[in-house]
């Protein structure tokens, strides 16, 4: 892999919903550890986030990871890219903690055995072990995040984007999914409403009515963005 | 299977899915053909021991029972009223409730002592020999989601009734069933974007 291939690459990408404009002219090469996306409600973020995994396709222009073309490999960008999404209950297919983690596994030519093996450490490290048997639709908000990162981080991504991952849940519980978000070693972009999260990244990106107006270190782009919204 | 699975290491809870749902299967028919009060009598003991073996204390089985008590009582007086009050008639009832309680219970303990992961595998299994014509992990998944889609749309007609009662409104079924469907149609297609995101769209 050359080195201008690594990393997420958008290039020239406007998409629209319905001929409406939501993102226009983005072009960005992200590949710091740790990058902050935030904006306005309505100005474009999930769209961009979900464009990095496919699961929005740019009306023009290219968004590549790795050097995949997103648009054409998304299946082999998928197992790159894991996503969080902000509503945990939208990720929980089995019944249970442990089979939950375990569905991630699925197809990947494992046996019975490595399956199990990988999801049990996944579950140690997201301290679910005490929770492998419960039934998942039970488990509180903090907790159900906390499964949708086991289950995601079980499959070995490089990358994690995680769109508001925290918007739903208490201080407390967005502090436990922050620092975890944090502490991973792989690449991390999160889509936050939450500037405190920010502290430490490499990188924000301002996002307002469908452009980048900001991009730069946490202080410089956040003052940029609290300019904005007075 | 529906978050009714109780976690256990007993015999039951080893044995492979696909013989317990064989056995399941042979013993509905058998429950089914039973005609002798004292067979039946037999069958009703050794469904409680294989409920001890499993670990299952009554607690945890009621729930599942329960609800076919209700339909007993009042079934098995209507049976009785039809067939007359006669001594068959009240042989009939009993046979009836008896037969029902057992399969109902057998089931409930096929339930409670497998994952549905273990259900999936089974049914892997069992579709093998037509894998040419049929996609056992794409069944597999279409039955997990089915699974799934059962405290889904109780949570969200859970929350559509709330949201109702903290207006004060009332409104027609209609009222409640709009919400419940556009929600769930939401719900549908975030499960599709989450299943696509974790690589499983295909
Ligand atoms: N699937 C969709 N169909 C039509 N319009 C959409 C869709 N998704 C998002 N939009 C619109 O695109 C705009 C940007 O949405 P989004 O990217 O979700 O913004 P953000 O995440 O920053 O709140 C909004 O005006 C939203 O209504
Ligand atoms: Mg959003």
Known sequence: ?230 | MIGLYRPGTSLLHRAPALLKLGLLAVAMVVVGLVADPLVLAGELVVVVALYAVAGIPPPAAWPQIGPILWILVFAVPVQVLVAGGSVEGWTTAGLMAGRLLVAVALAALFTLTTTVTAVLEAFQLLLRPFRRWVDADRVGLLVALAIRCIPLVAEIVHEVLDARRARGAQGSLVALAVPVVVRSLYAADAIGEALAARGLDD
Do not use: C, W
Not at chain 1, 93 to 112: H, I, K, S, Y
Not at chain 1, 119 to 134: K, N, Q, S, V, Y
Not at chain 1, 136 to 144: C, N, T, V
């Open chain 1, 1 to 230: 892999m050359s080195v201008s291939a690594a990393g997420i690459r958008f290039e020239a990408v406007s998409h629209g919903f319905d001929d409406q404009p939501v993102l226009r002219g983005i072009d960005l090469h992200l590949t710091e550890r740790r990058i902050g996306i935030v904006g306005a409600n309505g100005s474009g973020k999930s769209t961009l986030a979900r464009m990095i995994n496919g699961l929005v396709t740019p009306t023009s222009g290219t968004v590549t990871v790795n050097g995949l073309d997103v648009r054409r490999q998304a299946k082999l960008v998928r197992r790159e890219v894991g996503f969080i999404f902000t509503n945990p209950d939208n990720q929980i297919v089995m019944p249970t903690v442990q089979e939950d983690v375990a569905f991630t596994l699925r197809r990947r030519g494992l046996t019975p055995d490595e399956i199990e093996a990988r999801t049990i450490e996944a579950l140690e490290r997201f301290g679910l072990t005490a929770l492998a048997d419960r039934p998942a639709h039970r488990l509180s908000g903090g907790q159900k995040q906390l499964l949708a990162l086991a289950a995601v981080l079980v499959a070995g991504p490089s990358i994690v984007v995680a769109d508001e991952p925290t918007t739903l849940l208490d201080a407390r519980n967005t502090r436990l999914i922050t620092g975890l978000l944090v502490s991973l070693t792989q690449q991390v972009i999160v889509v936050t409403h939450d500037l405190e999260v920010l502290d430490g990244f490499d990188r924000v990106i301002v996002i307002d009515e469908g452009r980048v107006v900001a991009d730069d270190a946490p202080s410089v782009a956040l003052s940029a963005y609290l300019a904005l919204l007075s």
